[in-house]
């Protein structure tokens, strides 16, 4: 039951997007603040009569939600692009660059404001993504997600291997110091459970930044800054003490 109010959450968000509708509408439907709003929806707590009251606004019946949510239950998400399919993503950046903002929830209408793309090139775009099975391209150029919550890029597979080798210099040009970035470089000596540990922390934070991600898809645009998260942990030693290391 849980897994399924879960899912309705999900496409309330999704319909909410399509609408063009954001969190700060729904406080003034439902007379509540927008933090309180956000409360309800990150918690999947919105009462019968709240959501009724949400979809009225966007025109719709709970049953229309309904009806969606079982349509997209039918459509296995993708999880993971296969070594070819992340090949054809990565050698072609403006492809890639799509793909990164589809996934986060862009529309076609956001693709053309932001870049210098048309109608035809962004659906020629969608087309190819259609193909690989990450979105459904709808009519009036609507896009419907097909990943999985759990898609992740291959390990080690053509796109981290395109940001190794492109992006991560340019990733690193910063000083870290500006209120919308951080960078903390710890050192110590693991033990192997420890370490074991450690890495269980990483996933579990890299998750919760998913869901914080997946909170946000129904604010509009403008209200969302891209934002990288790069997790690395590895046993290393620092080539520059070669010289004075004993094998």
Aim: aromatic share 8%.
């Amino acid at each position: 039951m849980m897994a399924q109010t879960a899912q309705l959450m999900s496409v309330l968000k999704q319909s909410l997007k399509l609408h063009g509708f954001c969190y700060r509408d729904v406080a003034q439907q439902l007379n509540l603040s927008e933090a309180s709003v956000k409360r309800l929806f990150s918690g999947n707590g919105l009462s019968l009569a709240r959501l009724d009251n949400v979809c009225q606004m966007m025109g719709l019946e709970i049953s229309d939600l309904v009806v969606e949510m079982n349509q997209q239950a039918k459509v296995a998400g993708v999880s993971q692009l296969s070594q070819s399919q992340e090949e054809e993503l990565a050698a072609d950046p403006v492809l890639l660059l799509v793909a990164v903002c589809v996934l986060n929830s862009w529309t076609l209408a956001e693709l053309m404001a932001h870049y210098h793309l048309n109608v035809t090139q962004c659906i020629h775009y969608l087309a190819i993504l259609d193909r690989l099975k990450l979105i459904t391209l709808l009519s009036m150029n609507r896009i419907q997600l097909r990943v999985a919550a759990n898609f992740t890029w291959r390990q080690n597979g053509p796109i981290q291997q395109f940001f190794q080798d492109k992006l991560a210099a340019d990733f690193f040009d910063t000083r870290f110091d500006r209120d919308h970035e951080q960078l903390i470089v710890i050192n110590g000596m693991l033990t192997a459970s420890a370490m074991q540990i450690f890495q269980r922390k990483c996933r579990q934070l890299a998750q919760e930044f998913e869901e914080l991600n997946n909170d946000d898809r129904a604010l509009p645009l403008g209200e969302r800054k891209g934002t990288t998260i790069v997790l690395a942990a590895r046993n290393w030693q620092y080539g520059l003490f070669d010289d004075v290391r004993k094998s």
